[in-house]
């Protein structure tokens, strides 16, 4: 069955504490994986996608990596105003496939 | 800048009552959804349209409709809100080559 899990459900730290987000995935046919950012009460905004093993994307303080079965996101030196709900999804041949997401809460 | 526009941001209806929530992009888009997101359960996929005229089922359509007439707009219908329909209703909107999402600001929806 195809399936997204995203760990930790959720995460506290420390300004300028640098974290890694899980996103580990099994399904056919992987055509991309994506990470979203989603501030309460609203929708989830684009931030990368990751297309082959290998990859990586970087933007301000994330990166994100993939493996075959798995993706990061890396937080380095957090900020406050990156406490968010981050969601992984994974297209597979016919659907894309949402993890449950993880809440990060950055304390000043 | 690049939009997905969606009609209500909240709504408060009646158990029974027929419920239309529109969304709205502008970026030639031939993919449009429509998730709810409820606590727990994350993003569920109730629609998704292809083409003009053309619907698809995603993963829990029933109570649901949709229709899609033009290329930039896609409504969801309630056609008798339940109140195990109040939730979270995100549209979304992608290019047919990426699978990247777009995301409008979402629709509150309480069904007393």
């Known amino acids: 069955e195809d399936q997204v899990t995203q760990s930790p459900e959720a995460l506290r730290l420390q300004e300028g504490e640098s974290s890694s987000l899980n996103c580990s995935y099994t399904?056919?046919?992987?055509?991309?994986l994506f990470w979203y950012r989603q501030d309460p009460g609203k929708g989830p905004e684009f931030l990368f996608t990751?297309?082959?093993a290998g990859e990586e994307k970087e933007k301000e303080r994330l990166k994100a990596t993939l493996t075959k079965k798995e993706s990061f996101l890396h937080i380095t030196a957090p900020k406050p105003e990156d406490s968010a709900t981050y969601l992984c999804a994974v297209q597979a041949y016919d659907k894309i496939i949402f993890g449950k997401g993880t809440r990060l809460h950055i304390l000043p | 800048d690049v939009k997905v526009t969606q009609s209500s941001r909240y709504l408060v209806k009646r158990t029974g009552e027929k419920v239309f929530l529109e969304c709205v992009q502008d970026m030639d888009h031939e993919n449009m959804f429509w998730y709810r997101q409820d606590p727990g359960l994350g993003l569920r996929l109730i629609y998704f349209s292809y083409d003009v005229k053309m619907k698809e089922k995603g993963d829990i359509p029933e109570g649901y409709s949709v229709s899609r007439e033009k290329k930039e707009r896609f409504s969801l219908i309630l056609e008798s809100a339940s109140t195990n329909q109040t939730s979270m209703y995100l549209c979304a909107s992608s290019d047919r080559n990426t699978g990247e999402l777009f995301f409008g600001e979402g629709s509150r929806l309480t069904v007393l």
């Open positions: 990751l297309y082959s």
């Open positions: 399904v056919s046919g992987l055509r991309g």
